[in-house]
């Protein structure tokens, strides 16, 4: 079957940075998603990763390993803004997503 | 621009209820979606539809029907309308390119009673 895995929740410190990690198992693979959502809103996009490697955008990176079927978001000078829930989301074979559950993030100051 | 809107925002029914979320959107994107979230559940995708006159089930689509009459409309129906209904549910769209990103309405949060 296809699955995501995600932790589901993390706490971290205000200026800290912190790791969220996703695996997954798909039928095929056509690449990564992770998506923002804060609490009553909706999902916003973060990333997309196909080829393995690490993609910065700003504070938030994104790094992809296909042979391991790991990524992970990593989010850097935490703001008390960043406190939401973190979605983990593969593109299968048939570019269908398959979501993970959802990492909810909480930033302690 | 106002994306990808969804309405009611909120509704609560009794069971045996019928009702029509509708979504709309102005980005003229091909690919539509609903999905209904579920705390600590991922995203479950309902129905979709790759254009317009055109509807596929999804992962969880018993219970709920759909249709795509105009390209900017997306139309779920819940005929008899049942507590295990109770949800939020969200419209998403993207355009042609299958690695493109979703642009999700703001949610409607259905209470069946």
């Known amino acids: 079957g296809q699955n995501i895995d995600q932790p589901t929740e993390m706490t971290a410190t205000e200026g800290a940075i912190v790791q969220i990690n996703c695996t997954y198992q798909?039928?095929?693979?056509?690449?990564l998603f992770w998506y923002q959502q804060h609490a009553g809103e909706a999902p916003t996009f973060l990333s997309y990763n196909v080829l393995d490697g690490l993609e910065e955008k700003g504070r938030f990176s994104s790094f992809l390993s296909r042979s391991k079927g790991y990524s992970y978001l990593l989010l850097k000078e935490l703001q008390m803004k960043d406190s939401a829930s973190y979605l983990c989301a593969a593109l299968d074979s048939n570019y269908q997503l398959i979501w993970g559950a959802g990492t909810k993030l909480i930033i302690k100051p | 621009n106002a994306g990808v809107t969804q309405t009611p925002k909120f509704r609560v029914l009794k069971t045996g209820q019928s009702m029509t979320l509708l979504c709309a959107q102005d980005?003229?994107?091909?690919?539509m979606y609903w999905y209904r979230q579920d705390p600590g559940m991922g995203l479950r995708l309902i129905h979709y539809?790759?254009?317009?006159?055109?509807?596929a089930k999804g992962e969880v689509p018993d219970g709920y029907n759909v249709s795509r009459l105009k390209k900017q409309n997306f139309l779920l129906g819940l005929e008899s309308a049942a507590p295990s209904q109770t949800s939020v549910y969200f419209c998403?769209?993207?355009?042609?390119?299958?690695?493109?990103?979703?642009?999700f309405g703001e949610g409607s949060r259905l209470t069946v009673l």
């Open positions: 998403a769209a993207r355009g042609i390119a299958a690695t493109g990103e979703l642009f």
């Open positions: 539809s790759v254009g317009e006159g055109t509807t």
């Open positions: 980005m003229n994107h091909e690919y």
């Open positions: 798909t039928s095929g693979f056509n690449g």
